[in-house]
């Protein structure tokens, strides 16, 4: 069993910069493929970035945030990390943090555990 603890969040103006963290327990954090997903009020639960296990050396991003949002990981730390620059307020939504046991890098369905969520509130 894995629980994720999802940080970082907050308000931000337009233009701005966060960076989210999602600390995971247990031992083994470097065999799981990590992803952020987002959902705002209204919408669907949408992926927008992943990174594959251990070296984490195979990235998606949504295109929606390409350019902006740089995934990463540090598996000393359990963490992996969501640096998102250039915020619109189109990225306002609660940011999850998902893991799944897995070899190749996930973008969508087959995320075991979740995280809470952290809300992200960009003004323009």
């Known amino acids: 069993q894995v629980q994720l603890v999802e940080s970082g969040g907050g308000l931000v103006q337009a233009g701005g910069s966060l960076r989210l963290s999602c600390t995971a327990s247990g031992r083994t954090f470097s065999s799981y493929a990590m992803g952020w997903f987002r959902q705002a009020p209204g919408k669907e639960r949408e992926s927008v970035a992943a990174?594959?296990?251990?070296?984490?050396?195979?990235?998606y991003y949504a295109d929606s945030v390409k350019g902006r949002f740089t995934i990463s990981r540090d598996n000393a730390k359990n963490t992996v990390y969501l640096q998102m620059n250039n915020l619109k307020p189109e990225d306002t939504a609660v940011y999850y943090c998902?893991?799944?046991?897995?070899?190749?890098?996930?973008?969508?369905?087959?995320?075991?555990?979740w995280g809470q969520g952290t809300q992200v509130t960009v003004s323009s």
């Open positions: 998902a893991a799944v046991v897995s070899p190749v890098i996930v973008i969508t369905t087959g995320y075991d555990y």
């Open positions: 990174i594959s296990w251990y070296s984490g050396s195979s990235t």
